[in-house]
T-cell receptor, first 115, second 119 residues
């Protein structure tokens, strides 16, 4: 069973640029959630994709957008980067629908630095 | 109001002792799930234990147990016989969900507790 993978591991961007982060979900999982974790804080929910559609979103502006592909892998896109976007971005996959625990398995994260 | 409150920013515990990490939550949803995750310095979030709001018994997973007190809205994590490898950040999280969905709003995390196990 393959776990959740994310790429790249680290990334440095300049303010105003755009960035795409990638996530491959765990085998058999059809739901992907993205989280932003600023230094010293707990992760904050960005959005969730279930069967290729966004089905939940946290308090993040529209410049944070995403995609989910037929193989359930996902991308997080951030436009017009700001310094405050510097954070660890975590992807989590789960089996969607009300199956009880809906345990989310997290990837190792992508550390984004905006200068 | 914060939905998840972890009041212990940091804790030092002697190896082999038991440790309790505090977590209180706030929700008006009758159906919810509570999670504990461990985050080592590598950054990956590792699932430890889950408690559903309708579960009658406290959850246990090996050395981890969850002291669930619904009336007090608390979900403390208890680690028995702590080990050096338990040193990490620990996060309490909640998923609110009703009959129609599996928590499409994602998990709400607390700010975490930094646990350090001393030899």
């Amino acid at each position: 069973e393959t776990g959740v993978t994310q790429s790249p591991t680290h990334l440095i961007k300049t303010r105003g640029q755009q960035v795409t982060l990638r996530c491959s979900s765990q085998s058999g999982h059809n739901t992907v959630s993205w989280y932003q974790q600023a230094l010293g804080q707990g992760p904050q929910f960005i959005f969730q994709y279930y069967r290729e559609e966004e089905n939940g979103r946290g308090n993040f502006p529209p410049r944070f957008s995403g995609l989910q592909f037929p193989n359930y892998s996902s991308e997080l896109n951030v436009n017009a980067l700001e310094l405050d976007d510097s954070a660890l971005y975590l992807c989590a996959s789960s089996l969607g629908g009300w199956t009880g625990i809906n345990e989310q398995y997290f990837g190792p994260g992508t550390r984004l630095t905006v200068t | 109001a914060q939905k998840i409150t972890q009041t212990q920013p940091g804790m030092f515990v002697q190896e082999k002792e038991a440790v309790t990490l505090d977590c209180t939550y706030d929700t008006s949803d009758p159906s919810y799930g509570l999670f504990w995750y461990k985050q080592p310095s590598s950054g990956e979030m590792i699932f430890l234990i889950y408690q559903g709001s309708y579960d009658q018994q406290n959850a246990t997973e090996g050395r981890y147990s969850l002291n669930f007190q619904k009336a007090r809205k608390s979900a403390n994590l208890v680690i028995s016989a702590s080990q050096l490898g338990d040193s990490a950040m620990y996060f309490c999280a909640m998923r609110e969900g009703g009959e129609t969905g599996g928590g499409a709003d994602g998990l709400t995390f607390g700010k975490g507790t930094h646990l350090i196990i001393q030899p």
